[in-house]
T-cell receptor, first 114, second 110 residues
């Protein structure tokens, strides 16, 4: 049982390059989330998707786009990477019907932008 | 927009001691308060959670204390062990979105 799988685990980009971070979950969850984690800032929500075909902005959406490809997959795209987007990115999923249920996180993508 | 304030930023505790991490929130509509534990190189994982209709919840060595009037909640780790060394995040919610605190890095030394 894989849970939430993120690819790649590490990536180095040059400023201006584009990239898509992939996330897939096998728990049949409706809700999926993208966070970024920076030192001293905690986890900040970038985008989330309450169900297939819907997406909504979180706290820090600028510079990112997302696609909810199907119920399992939720991707995050950086169209023109900037050094300020150097961070660890986490994908998570949960069951929307009971928000007291935990969010299940992947192990993250460590992204460096030079 | 920091709606959940967490302290301290880092904490060093001797093995067998008590670790205490505090959080304060602003939005009185929050009604779910989880704590997540994160080990290096891994994603956060739910440790324990509480609803505001109780003042305390205990699971093994981990206890959440909740003070609704003060809008504060805290995590107590009794008999802290080196294996508890991790980063801890408090969070709050009243929807399917969590608002996280900034995290506390706990180090437990033998």
């Amino acid at each position: 049982n894989a849970g939430v799988t993120q690819t790649p685990k590490f990536q180095v980009l040059k400023t201006g390059q584009s990239m898509t971070l992939q996330c897939a979950q096998d728990m049949n969850h409706n809700s999926m989330y993208w966070y970024r984690q920076d030192p001293g800032m905690g986890l900040r929500l970038i985008y989330y998707s309450a169900s297939e075909g819907t997406t909504d902005k979180g706290e820090v959406p600028n510079g990112y786009n997302v696609s909810r490809l199907n119920k399992r997959e939720f991707s995050l795209r950086l169209e023109s990477a900037a050094p300020s987007q150097t961070s660890v990115y986490f994908c998570a999923s949960s069951d929307i019907w009971d928000y007291n249920q935990p969010q299940h996180f992947g192990d993250g993508t460590r992204l460096s932008i030079l | 927009q920091q709606q959940v304030k967490q302290s301290p930023q880092s904490l060093i505790v001797q093995k067998g001691g008590i670790s205490i991490i505090n959080c304060a929130y602003e939005n009185t509509a929050f009604d779910y308060f989880p704590w997540y534990q994160q080990f290096p190189g891994k994603g956060p994982a739910l440790l324990i959670a509480i609803r505001p209709d109780v003042s305390e919840k205990k699971e093994g060595r981990f206890t959440i204390s909740f003070n609704k009037s003060a809008k504060q909640f805290s995590l107590h780790i009794m008999d802290s062990q080196p294996g508890d060394s991790a980063t801890y995040f408090c969070a709050a919610s009243n929807t399917d979105k969590l608002i996280f605190g900034t995290g506390t890095r706990l180090q437990v030394f033998p």
